[in-house]
């Protein structure tokens, strides 16, 4: 089992930008892909980024694409998702996500969830 717990939400103004990190305890993610996803009220969870096992490939929803920034640290069992120029539609709750598949952008191949972090972007 993999436990994940995420960190760095807040409140924030547009422009701003925030870090969020993910710990992952239990079991080593080196093997895992990794992900962040968002879930607005009343819309369907999202993906906002993924990174591969070893860091060698990412993905991005285009509404965040060139402004976010996903990265992970396998020796600390941490990953992380650098968000700049945020908007009022980037309010969610984000949540970190580890796949035993080796890379995968698909919110269906990922079996471990964190509590998620809310972050709210005032206009």
Known sequence: QVQLVESGGGLVQAGDSLGLSCAASGRTISSYAMGWFRQAPGKEREIVASINWIGSATFYADSVKGRSTISRDNARNMMYLQMNTL???????????????????????????????????SS
């Open 87 to 121: 908007k009022p539609e980037d309010t969610a709750v984000y949540y970190c996500a580890a796949s035993r598949a080796r890379e995968s952008s698909n919110v269906r191949s990922y079996e471990y969830w964190g509590q998620g972090t809310q972050v709210t972007v």
